[in-house]
């Protein structure tokens, strides 16, 4: 009988050949980033990622059968929701889910990519939108539980503002990217927050969020300190 020790074709061999599969596919996505990143959609190809990959042609179809499977592979990667800590107060988790995403598009490949393809009119049939409806979302829902909770005006309408946020930021990190390469994001963004907040809560709470152009970083910190036993779930594709 053998034994659950085995290594060769026993569950120890089997959960190797998946680890192995798992890194992988993360190297795939990681080499597809910064191809996608640097190129954009239409003209990267297939050819440029397995050689920032390194790997051969027959793994790599293995995990992703076209350019359009690869590119929906970084716009899902990137969307992951980053899970910013729970605050009592909810327009300033808002404020740290912004503040989060323009720190990771200035330290992450594959934020700036999948930024990249979501903007992309060329990229092909990928779901461009789903970026933009799941951060919505996201931000509709913090701004309805601060509107229950009194943060917020009773005459906003959470959907209309958390698009007007999305759709603003958007703008603010393609002008960012164009006139620094994301360098003074986290800057702009805070103005960002500051012209449109006033409009949305009570001046005892806008008094009391913190802005600072650091604190997406500090958040972003926060959040690896909070899951330190799962490293890999926020591994970083450095920016060149």
């Not at 200035?106 to 990229?123: F, N």
């Amino acid at each position: 009988m053998a034994s659950r020790a085995d290594d060769g074709c026993g569950w120890k061999g089997r959960r190797a050949v998946q680890e192995r599969a798992i890194e992988t596919r993360r190297n795939i996505l990681a080499a597809a980033a910064k191809v996608f990143e640097e190129h954009g959609y239409k003209a990267a190809t297939i050819a440029d990622v397995l050689a920032e990959a390194d790997v051969t042609k027959g793994a790599l179809y293995f995990h992703f059968p076209s350019k359009e499977s690869l590119a929906d592979g970084v716009l899902r990667e990137q969307d992951e929701q980053f899970p910013t800590p729970e605050r009592a107060g909810k327009l300033q988790q808002l404020v740290d889910t912004v503040m989060v995403q323009a720190y990771r598009l200035q330290t992450d490949c594959m934020a700036r990519a999948g930024v990249r393809l979501t903007l992309d009119q060329r990229a092909g049939s990928i779901d461009r939108k789903g970026p933009f409806a799941r951060w919505a979302d996201t931000c509709r829902q913090l701004l309805e539980t601060a509107q229950r909770q009194g943060e917020v005006f009773p005459h906003v309408v959470a959907l209309e503002t958390a698009e007007a946020l999305v759709g603003s930021f958007a703008g603010i990190q393609a002008m960012s990217q164009a006139y620094s390469n994301y360098a003074d994001l986290t800057a702009r963004v805070g103005i960002l927050m500051r012209h449109l907040l006033p409009g949305v809560a009570h001046a005892p709470v806008l008094a009391s969020l913190d802005l600072s152009e650091d604190r997406g970083e500090r958040v972003f910190a926060e959040v690896l300190a909070l899951h330190s036993d799962e490293p890999d779930r926020f591994r970083r594709v450095p920016v060149n």
